[in-house]
Every structure is written in structure tokens, then in C-alpha cells.
């Protein structure tokens, strides 16, 4: 019989309504379980706060480049404008001015405003930096004989002066980023304004010989000089363009971070040459 009672036993144990009211607990397995303090509440992942308002302030180096080459075609293309040496020959378009490169310190500052979806960062800035270069083009003057449509020959010389000196270049970005711990990389695309000195000087010469002749100017087949191109200067000219880039925050306190980045800015300034700058610089800054 012992055994018939021991069998009996087992069953009861065995059946839900027993188990509960013994409080056995499920398998360990079971998510948010632990089998010795029982259930247990897991939080929400706890990210490095980003969001809000921030200012700061920056150093660094910025390697300005401007391309020349261009430059001067406007401005010859104008001087003449209704003559069949421009329309047969196209001389506005002979390279004398090169490009230049010109690398100093910079400096400058920044604000923003972030929003932040847990590990996700969009936000706005705008970022000044004060760096001040001087571009100045190098010269190659060409000498050329050339012949119109109408049999008129040409002694053409061209050559010319350029330079660009930047003072103040500004960016208005749109900025993402994802929180890693306490870094946050991100990047950025946006528009840039900079403040330049330009001057542009095309020096223009030659003799228009009717003859056909380089050399031979006669009563009936006179010799006319070409017209004389006029030149482009402007102080403090607003320069127009865009921005790209990116870099990393630190944060060292709850309000306080560490930044290294890299912008590249691209400048169309008139008459028709273009300028860059690149940056690489450090900062610091304070979230609010």
C-alpha cells in the first residue's frame, strides 16, 4: 500500500492547482526573472544627454586654395567683345593665372541647438571663424600670332594679376550625429559665407594688322592696337557657397565637452575663379 500512497502524492503535486498553491515558480528562463529575489524591473537604456542649447569656442588651421585660372576670361572676353579675334580665336580663354594655396591660424566660436531620440542627435549650427590669408596668383603671359576669319593678322599678348586675401568665413549647418557613451561623431553639410579682398588685373596688348602681314602696316591696310581690359577689385566682398564636414564630441562633465572636427568650404567668388578652405580645429563648449 506505502507505494499506492506515494503514487497518489506525486500526482497532486504534479497538477497547476497544487503547484500554485506550493508558489513554485516558472522556469528561469522566463524574461525578467530571477529565481532567487523573483521578478525584477529592467529600465530603459540611459543615454549621454545632448539635446538643448550649447556655445563654445575654437583654434585650429585653415589651408585656403583659390584657382585662378579663370579669372581673367570675363573681363578679356568683354574688352573684346565685337571683334572676329575674339569669335575666331577665343584669347579670354588662354590660362595666365594659376592656382595658390596660402595656410595660417584660425579661430572662432560656435552655437547650436540639438534634439536628441535616445542615441539619435539632429541639430542646427552656425560656426564663425576669423583666419587671415593672402592668395596670390601665379602669372604665365602669353605671347601669340594668330589670323581672323577675314584674313586680319594679330600680335596678341596677355598676361595678369591675381589675389584674394580672406579675413572671415562663417557656416550655418545642418548637423546628425549618434551617441556613443560619452562621444557623439557626427556630420554636417550646410551653407558658407566668407569675407575676401579680390582683385583681378588682365593686361591686355597687341596690334590688329589689316595687312595680313605681322610687320606691315600701310595707309590702305592700317594697324590698330587691340583695346586695353579693364580690371575687377572689391574690399570686403560677400563670398557665397557650401559646406561639408564632420567630427566628434566629448562630453567631460554633464555640461561640459571636448570637439575636434574637419570643414570644408568651397567659394564661388566673381569673376569666375574658385576658392577653398579647409579646417581642422579643437574646441570646447557648454550644454545648458
Not at 573681363?75 to 593665372?97: C, Q
Not at 563670398?239 to 570643414?263: H, P
Amino acid at each position: 500500500m506505502r507505494w499506492v500512497f506515494c503514487s497518489l502524492f506525486a500526482l497532486t503535486l504534479a497538477s497547476p492547482a497544487v503547484a500554485a498553491d506550493f508558489d513554485i515558480p516558472p522556469p528561469a528562463a522566463a524574461t525578467g526573472y530571477d529565481v532567487v529575489r523573483g521578478p525584477q524591473t529592467v529600465g530603459p537604456a540611459t543615454f549621454t544627454r545632448w539635446s538643448g542649447f550649447y556655445v563654445g569656442g575654437q583654434i585650429g588651421l585653415a589651408n585656403g586654395a583659390a584657382d585662378f585660372s579663370g579669372a581673367t576670361q570675363t573681363l578679356i572676353a568683354y574688352a573684346l567683345r565685337d571683334t572676329l579675334l575674339e569669335s575666331d580665336n577665343s584669347p579670354s580663354g588662354w590660362p595666365v593665372l594659376g592656382s595658390a594655396n596660402a595656410r595660417t591660424a584660425a579661430y572662432g566660436g560656435f552655437v547650436g541647438y540639438n534634439t536628441q531620440w535616445e542615441d539619435l542627435i539632429v541639430g542646427m549650427e552656425a560656426n564663425f571663424n576669423r583666419a587671415n590669408f593672402t592668395l596670390r596668383a601665379p602669372t604665365s603671359a602669353i605671347a601669340r600670332t594668330v589670323t581672323d576669319s577675314a584674313g586680319n593678322a594679330y600680335s596678341v599678348d596677355i598676361s595678369g594679376n591675381g589675389t584674394l586675401v580672406g579675413e572671415d568665413f562663417a557656416t550655418l549647418r545642418l548637423k546628425g550625429g549618434w551617441v556613443i557613451g560619452n562621444f557623439l561623431p557626427y556630420g554636417f553639410i550646410g551653407f558658407a559665407l566668407g569675407l575676401a579682398n579680390t582683385d583681378i588685373a588682365p593686361v591686355l596688348s597687341g596690334i590688329e594688322y589689316t595687312s595680313g602681314t605681322i610687320g606691315i602696316c600701310t595707309r590702305l591696310e592700317p594697324c590698330f592696337s587691340l583695346p586695353p581690359a579693364n580690371g575687377l577689385s572689391a574690399n570686403n566682398q560677400i563670398l557665397y557657397g557650401f559646406t561639408v564636414g564632420g567630427g566628434v564630441d566629448f562630453a567631460v562633465t554633464a555640461n561640459i565637452f571636448l570637439r575636434a572636427e574637419v570643414e570644408w568650404d568651397q567659394f564661388n567668388p566673381p569673376p569666375g575663379f574658385l576658392a577653398t578652405v579647409i579646417t581642422g580645429r579643437v574646441g570646447a563648449g557648454l550644454k545648458f
